[in-house]
């Protein structure tokens, strides 16, 4: 089993920045991919960005593009997601996964609101 605990999320006036972190604990070892998506207030769940847990490759939403930035800390088992210029419409839930050869893993969210 892995454990994931986001933190970062809060209030933030559009045009700020966030950066969410997400600590893996428990198994580890054999975590191969890590994601971050988002919930927005009656939407479904989608996608905003991977990362290969080598670091070798990293996928965003086209939307997100050039405003967000995903990363990890192997040392640390963090993810990071660092988002820039931030408007209403990013507001969200947002949720850490990672998986690995038999599951994957969801955080309990953390929520990011932005102003306008």
């Known amino acids: 089993q892995v454990q994931l605990v986001e933190s970062g999320g809060g209030l933030v006036q559009a045009g700020g920045s966030l950066r969410l972190a997400c600590v893996a604990s428990?198994?580890?070892?054999?975590?191969?991919?890590a994601s971050w998506y988002r919930q927005a207030p009656g939407k479904e769940r989608e996608f905003v960005a991977l990362?290969?847990?080598?670091?070798?490759?990293?996928s965003y939403a086209e939307s997100l593009k050039g405003r967000f930035t995903i990363s990890r800390d192997t040392g640390r088992n963090t993810v990071y997601l660092q988002m820039n210029s931030l408007t209403p419409e990013d507001t969200a839930i947002y949720y850490c996964?990672?998986?690995?050869?038999?599951?994957?893993?969801w955080g309990q969210g953390t929520q990011v609101t932005v102003s306008s």
């Open positions: 990362i290969l847990w080598s670091g070798s490759f990293t």
């Open positions: 428990g198994r580890t070892f054999n975590i191969r991919s």
């Open positions: 996964t990672v998986a690995d050869p038999q599951s994957r893993y």
